[in-house]
């Protein structure tokens, strides 16, 4: 067990993702209706409209909408035809970036992504050129609640979970990709309080970010593309200071 935090992406953005919570709804939304359509309307038969409708969840999007959007994806078949795509690149500071896109126009999708990865002082890569850096895994962002390592270590292990990284009052867990169902359902019956619930890119090593004004530049990156409404994940192997991350993000 690794309590350690090393400036997580998901628990750094937290306050981003509480701001733009209308935007992350909707993401979240598409998904569902994405899943759906490719599949059943029943999560106990689609997996990948399960996967969905839990990371909505844990994002605290109301029970209404979840039920709309599934009916809305296991209606009519006619409409949006999204697919998943994946761009991976480089951004300020050598630090690798992969970006999970839910498109329904991949001419608009991917001139969008190549422009923003240019601007931000990136480079957009081939197919497979970052991928290899990460891992898929099942990760947990839970409310720290003033627990210190060893009682969430604690936690950790009961529910079967491998890793545990402290960031501020987020504790965040890591599980195997293959156990997120399970475990997730392990924590709720412990009374956890989630920020957020996935299986995510994981980054095997990390970046050290070391030049103040590349940590700019890549934050910056980073939102815009966040921003991009095709845009449903961007994952990034960067670890720089605490307090870059909370100066440099409200500053941009």
């Known amino acids: 067990m690794a309590g350690h935090s090393h400036s997580s992406n ?25 899943s759906a359509r490719a599949g059943t309307g029943d999560p106990e038969t689609n997996l990948k409209l399960r996967y969905a409708i839990e ?37 300020p500071g050598g630090v690798a970036l992969m970006v999970a896109c839910l498109t329904d126009n991949r001419h608009r999708t991917a001139p969008d992504i190549k422009h923003l990865f240019e601007r931000g002082g990136g480079n957009l890569g081939s197919p497979g050129s970052v991928s290899f ?5 099942s990760v ?29 009052e987020v504790a965040i867990l890591y599980a195997k990709a293959t156990e997120f169902l399970p475990l997730k359902t392990l924590l709720e019956e412990k009374g ?17 970010v070391t030049n103040k004004e590349d940590a700019r530049r890549l934050l910056k990156l980073i939102a815009a593309l966040d921003e991009n409404e095709d845009v449903q994940n961007v994952y990034a192997n960067y670890d720089m200071p605490a ?4 100066e440099l ?3 941009s």
């Open 192 to 208: 956890e309080t989630f920020l957020s619930a996935e299986m995510a890119h994981v980054p095997l090593n990390r970046v050290q």
């Open 55 to 91: 990371k909505a969840k844990a994002a605290n999007v109301p029970k209404d909408t979840i039920s709309r959007a599934v009916a809305k994806g296991s209606g009519s078949k006619d409409g949006d035809d999204w697919e998943e795509l994946a761009y991976e690149g480089y951004g």
């Open 10 to 34: 998901i628990a750094a953005r937290k306050g981003a993702v509480d701001a733009k919570r209308g935007k992350v709804f909707s993401k979240l939304v598409r998904a569902i209706i994405s």
């Open 140 to 168: 947990y962002a839970l409310e720290r609640k003033e627990r210190d390592e060893d009682s969430l270590t604690e936690v950790a292990l009961d529910v079967g979970a491998d890793d545990v990284e402290l960031d501020g």
């Open 243 to 246: 307090d870059w991350i909370e």
């Open 133 to 137: 850096l990460f891992e898929l895994r």
């Open 249 to 251: 993000s409200s500053g």
